[in-house]
């Protein structure tokens, strides 16, 4: 395999199925190793397995990036395994939905903790490598709920607004080392959720969207893919909305 990413290592949370998965894809067809990381390991190895059936490289870690301890882990078997990180993707992330005045301080922090200390402890994990070899690219996965909130997901929005806040403080942070850090923010995006909402449901978000349609993991894909490229090498600290004209 080869292409724009030959030579390059990828490193994708929250990889073995979804927008992860398209991204994970991504990178595979550009030509890089990949990581992959999540809680389901057959997802992962089927990862692994269909890119080693296609002349790829990569490797799969179970990991609960919630938990310390788990990005290091992390960290360390991508080094181990291929020498260095090229390119981070946070994109592990939870949701647990429930209206501010019945929400518990557990489903607060279950979702703090994944979408937002987990992509803090990754980004400080792989740093240290990225800041070694002067060059690095980390792309954060919000929303557009971090942009503009949503009822019933006071905890998910928070998340996500603070990922996008992480975003621009490292930015600045690690620029002068050559590393980008990006956010994209997806908006309604084909998921098996959505799949299994009613017809009624699906045509409502669509209205939402000035372009008529609900995206593909892929669309995700894609930018990420255009904000770890060299093209994207002055461009830091911003935050891409695939949403189809949802936000403006």
């Not at 990381?37 to 296609?54: I, M, Y």
Request: aromatic share 4%; with cysteine.
């Amino acid at each position: 395999m080869s292409g724009s990413m030959d030579g390059r290592v990828g490193v994708v949370t929250g990889g073995g199925k979804g927008i992860g998965l398209a991204i994970a894809r991504k990178f595979r067809s550009n030509g890089a190793a990949v990581v992959v990381t999540g809680r389901d390991q057959a997802a992962l190895d089927a990862f692994v397995a269909e890119t080693t059936a296609a002349g790829g490289r990569a490797l799969a870690v179970v990991a609960d990036m919630a938990k310390p301890g788990e990005a290091d882990r992390v960290c360390a078997a991508t080094i181990e395994a291929f020498g260095k990180a090229d390119y981070l993707v946070n994109n592990a992330g939870i949701t647990r939905d429930g209206l501010l005045v019945r929400m518990s301080d557990e489903d607060w922090d279950a979702v703090l903790d994944t979408n937002l200390k987990g992509a803090f402890r990754a980004i400080r994990a792989f740093t240290r490598s990225m800041m070694k070899q002067r060059w690095g690219r980390i792309v954060n996965i919000t929303s557009v709920i971090g942009l503009i909130g949503n009822a019933g997901q006071a905890n998910y929005a928070a998340s996500k607004a603070g990922l996008i806040g992480l975003t621009k403080a490292v930015a600045k942070e690690l620029a002068s080392r050559h590393i980008t850090v990006n956010a994209v923010a997806p908006g309604f995006i084909e998921t098996a959720m959505t799949e299994a909402l009613g017809e009624n449901v699906r045509a409502g978000l669509q209205a939402q969207i000035p372009l008529g349609r609900l995206g593909a993991a892929e669309d995700v894909a894609h930018a990420v893919a255009f904000l770890c490229s060299e093209d994207a090498g002055y461009v830091t600290g911003q935050v891409l909305p695939v949403d189809g004209g949802m936000v403006m």
